[in-house]
């Protein structure tokens, strides 16, 4: 088993990381629209831990956007590179990411990250540090909004509310991603912008990943082939002193 290590000169600690965030945040471009819904190919990412062990698997599966069908998947094992720090998680899990995009035979034209891009406290997800760093455009699709809030969501297929930070006596709300209901009557999932892709871009991608489930397919597949490479890492790796 080839297990990634941490690379040499990552941040070890919150101040060199928070650094590192503000100098790539301005990097960001948002006004790129972004491939269309539907066309060419779809790369969903996941990692999933072992902090007993220091492991950290990524998963990339890439599906032909219009189909659904998946064209390629890919797994690495890293170590886990960061410590746990809410609002810096992209640096736990980046190195073992990267490697697994860089694995991929195919282009994996739009990455879907199971998280945040914008809707981050300091505007700078893992969807958006991934778009940085790899000049891909991107988004995140997640299961809860963090620290963020909006307002009524109807009830149906394809309804939105924005995602708000702020909005209170320290000035107006800022507009940082939507919640969106992607079947009826379910919880909905909470889409950001990452990195050359707008918001309404994101919400549609997403909308066209979701056919049938909660879930994007991108981040159903992903996230089942990082856990499977989990526990196959794990059976192979000396237990923990």
């Not at 739009?110 to 998280?115: A, E, I, P, S």
Request: charged share 20%.
């Amino acid at each position: 088993m080839t297990i990634i290590e941490v690379p040499a000169g990552w941040p070890a600690g919150e101040e060199a990381a928070r650094a590192v965030q503000d100098e790539l945040r301005a990097r960001v471009d948002l006004d790129e629209p972004g491939p269309l819904p539907g066309t060419g190919l779809v790369t969903g990412v996941d990692v999933a831990y072992d902090d007993d062990r220091d492991l950290v698997a990524a998963a990339a599966v890439v599906l032909d956007a219009a189909t659904l069908a998946v064209v390629e998947e890919a797994t690495a094992i890293g170590r886990i590179a960061f410590p746990y720090i809410p609002g810096l998680l992209a640096f736990r899990e980046l190195p073992a990411v990267l490697a697994v995009l860089e694995s991929l035979a195919s282009d994996p034209g739009l990455v879907v990250c199971d998280g945040y891009g914008r809707a981050h406290p300091r505007r700078f997800g893992l969807a958006s540090h991934l778009g940085v760093l790899t000049g891909l455009p991107s988004i995140g699709v997640a299961k809860n909004p963090f620290v963020f809030h909006h307002g009524e969501l109807g009830p149906r297929r394809g309804d939105t509310a924005d995602l708000l930070a702020g909005g209170d006596r320290t000035g107006p709300a800022e507009v940082v991603g939507r919640a969106l209901r992607t079947r009826d009557g379910v919880k909905p999932v909470y889409v950001s912008a990452g990195h050359r892709v707008t918001l309404d871009n994101a919400v549609a991608q997403t909308l066209s990943l979701a056919p049938d489930y909660r879930l994007p397919e991108t981040t159903r597949h992903a996230d089942r082939l990082c856990r499977q490479a989990l526990t196959a890492a794990a059976a192979h790796a000396p237990d923990p002193a």
